[in-house]
């Protein structure tokens, strides 16, 4: 069964950076595109960024570029998401979303909340 | 980048009633539209793709359609268990866009 699984729960101070991770399992982790995707507290869904876990390619949203970086480690089947320099309104759960075969977000991981609280 | 536009933003219906929610593209995007139903708290959840075509386990009830700029998701009985934020979203290419959701209650 398909699964992606991610990290805790962070708590940082404003201008830090947060790295969170999502572990797959269940299918070939480096033939499909993970994707990043984020939620402020009672708003909507706002992607971030994509990268091709067999190149290590990235695409990121032109809102983020400069802020984020999407790495993935084969290894352990495990993709990446880092943003720096987080400010109140980086508030946020955060979702890593596996591209389906049609093109879409077919499994996604329970989401990581994040806080940036001075 | 392609906008995408639900409505209604809310609606309240009540069970067994017909609901059906809009979303438009600000171009055509073929049949690149997905429906994603969000519960409180939870995760989103993949109901359609392609516009029109229901994901494996997605209750019968829920129905997609449209082309190009314009694209429709019906729930054809309302259930309780329907109380959920629905999202449209645009995949033809980087970036993904969502709509910003539709609340659905039962009234």
């Known amino acids: 069964q398909v699964h992606l699984v991610q990290s805790g729960a962070e708590v940082k101070k404003p201008g830090a950076s947060v790295k969170v991770s999502c572990k797959a399992s269940?299918?070939?982790?480096?033939?499909?595109?993970m994707h990043w995707v984020r939620q402020a507290p009672g708003q909507g869904l706002e992607w971030m960024g994509w990268i091709n876990p067999n190149s290590g390619d990235t695409n990121y949203a032109q809102k983020f570029q400069g802020r984020v970086t999407m790495t993935r480690d084969t290894s352990i089947s495990t993709a990446y998401m880092e943003l720096s320099r987080l400010g109140s309104d980086d508030t946020a759960v955060y979702y890593c979303?596996?591209?389906?075969?049609w093109g879409g977000g077919d499994i996604w991981g329970q989401g990581t909340m994040v806080t940036v609280s001075s | 980048d392609i906008q995408m536009t639900q409505s209604p933003s809310s609606l309240s219906a009540s069970v067994g009633d017909r609901v059906t929610i809009t979303c438009r593209a600000s171009q055509g995007i073929s049949n690149y539209l997905a429906w994603y139903q969000q519960k409180p708290g939870k995760v989103p959840n993949l109901l359609i793709y392609?516009?029109?075509t229901l994901q494996s386990g997605v209750p019968s009830r829920f129905s997609g359609s449209g082309s190009g700029t314009y694209f429709t998701l019906t729930i054809s009985s309302l259930q309780p268990e329907d109380v959920a934020t629905y999202y449209c979203?645009?995949?033809?290419?980087?970036?993904?866009?969502f709509g910003q959701g539709t609340k659905v209650e039962i009234k």
């Open positions: 269940g299918y070939i982790f480096s033939g499909v595109y």
């Open positions: 979203q645009k995949y033809i290419s980087a970036p993904w866009t």
């Open positions: 392609a516009a029109s």
């Open positions: 979303a596996r591209q389906g075969m």
